[in-house]
């Protein structure tokens, strides 16, 4: 569990121009303009607790944001490895 958390850790900078997204215990980093995204959707974090036969017990864990890219390619940021997900996604939408 603990270097599950160290891998998707996420740190989200928001500027004027752009969405940085890194994982600083794995040296990435991603930029994205916010001009290329083209829209913003939400979905629930769901995970099935009842792994046993047929029946499906989903428990909500948090929430998703898929961001559409001008290019075609969707990128997703999870409120369970994103502080502040509500504030970041609020002003995502009002650019």
């Known amino acids: ?21 890194s994982r600083p215990f794995i040296f990435f980093r991603r930029v994205v303009p916010r001009a290329n995204i083209s ?7 769901q995970i099935d607790i009842d792994r046993t036969g047929f029946s499906r017990n989903m428990v909500k864990i948090g929430e998703t944001a898929i961001l559409l ?13 994103i502080g502040r997900y509500h504030e970041l996604i609020k002003k995502l939408k009002h650019r």
């Open 69 to 81: 890219l001008k290019n075609g390619k969707k990128l997703q940021i999870s409120s369970v490895n």
């Open 39 to 45: 829209n913003i959707s939400e979905k629930d974090s």
């Open 1 to 21: 569990m603990a270097l599950w958390l160290v891998i998707t850790f996420k740190v989200c900078y928001l500027t004027d121009t752009e969405l940085i997204i």
